[in-house]
């Protein structure tokens, strides 16, 4: 294997005893061979590809920036959104609620309280069958192709230029990625708001999705695509870039021990940790294009100046912002802590802390 195109892993995933037990073959093969063995060992397994599996790589070792590196993610990204949004179902219908008929749900208790009454325990879970397949489209889409996109455009700015503006590659590749993961989500997220906030339109996506199409058309699926792209880039945008700069700033400044020789389960503590601050600034940047988001799917015709009229510009700032940001704060933080534990699992590091890749590839060639 050309040594420009090792494995990017870092050695502090591998077990050293699984070295040991996959070499003593070798020797007791070998009555002549040295008890230390010589120096050009490790040259000829190199020469031979031959790599040593870690006991978390239950798929085989997987090579950086590889199409399987991209699955990994894809995977680790489905699993991340779809779940954390589908737990959150009661506290994003109440939020949805809110933003609808603030008169009826005024506050978060009392939001939970009028639903209790109107509709029981199961209507606290309405819906939760579009929020999973949308938001499992959305996150895979959104963080594979932020991997693929950090990368690309590391390796157009060249190593020197991939670390001097860091910064700008996450907001590029994790902006380029949400334009397409939106267009994942929006026909769901749709079928979502109507059903959520109508309790009358339909019970479910069985029911509301050729409901919802029969009275806006299937192209209506799409009215709300550029609001919930003004929500979910900046949104998105901030939950990578933050993430990567917060997660970055733990290790050099508040924890002493580097990255590399932190345990796992430290690590996925420091990626919830840091996702949990950026969704914090990810729901204060979105909110107002939720609010509209909210709005335009509930209202049959609806426009964006009819919201602005109805719900006011300090409304759209701050209407259900309180609930969003527990919300948003709890879910991101899951959200990064599945993601990276996924990758874990197959073997691979966690996000943030590092440098961008065009960095890391030039020093390893």
């Given amino acids: 294997m050309d040594n420009s195109r090792q494995s990017l892993i870092p050695n502090y995933l591998y077990s050293p005893s699984s070295t040991t037990n996959l070499l003593m073959p070798k020797f007791a093969n070998n009555s002549n ?7 050009p060992l490790p040259e000829e397994v190199n020469q031979n590809n031959f790599m040593i599996p870690a006991p978390s790589e239950p798929f085989g070792k997987i090579e950086m920036y590889s199409p399987r590196f991209y699955a990994a993610c894809t995977v680790g990204g489905i699993l991340s959104c779809g779940l954390t949004h589908m737990t959150v179902t009661p506290l994003d219908l109440v939020k949805c609620n809110m933003q609808i008929d603030p008169l009826k749900y005024k506050s978060i208790s009392s939001g939970f309280g009028v639903l209790l009454k109107e509709q029981g325990v199961r209507g606290f879970f309405r819906g939760w069958v579009p929020t999973l397949l949308g938001y499992s489209a959305q996150g895979a889409c959104k963080f594979g192709f932020y991997e693929f996109f950090k990368k690309y455009y590391s390796d157009i700015a060249g190593p020197e230029y991939a670390t001097k503006y860091k910064t700008l590659i996450y907001l590029a590749g994790s902006a380029s990625a949400e334009v397409i993961a939106d267009i994942a989500l929006c ?17 479910g996506l069985g029911d509301g999705l050729p409901k919802f199409v029969r009275s806006e058309g299937a192209l209506g699926l799409y009215k709300g695509l550029v609001p919930l792209w003004g929500r979910q880039i900046p949104y998105t945008m901030m939950k990578f870039a933050s993430f990567e700069t917060i997660v970055e700033m733990f290790y050099k400044y508040a924890i002493p021990t580097p990255k590399n020789e932190c345990s796992k389960s430290f690590q996925l503590g420091v990626s919830f940790a840091g996702g949990y601050v950026a969704g914090v600034l990810c ?9 509209l988001v909210s709005f335009l799917n509930n209202a049959k015709g609806a426009s964006v100046g009819d ?30 802590g599945i993601y990276d534990a996924f990758k874990v699992f197959v073997g691979l590091p966690t996000t943030g802390g590092a440098a961008p890749p065009a960095a890391i590839e030039a020093a390893k060639a």
Avoid at 187 to 203: D, H, I, L, S
Avoid at 316 to 330: A, D, H, K, N
């Fill in 283 to 291: 729901a204060i940047v979105s909110h107002p294009a939720d609010n």
């Fill in 187 to 203: 026909p769901m997220e749709a079928v979502k708001v109507r059903v959520q906030t109508q309790p009358g339109f339909a019970r």
């Fill in 307 to 336: 919201a602005v009229k109805k719900l006011g510009v300090w409304g759209l700032f701050t209407r259900g912002l309180p609930l969003r940001i527990v919300m948003i704060g709890t879910l991101t933080g899951a959200q990064w």
């Fill in 33 to 39: 061979a040295s008890l230390f063995p010589s120096a």
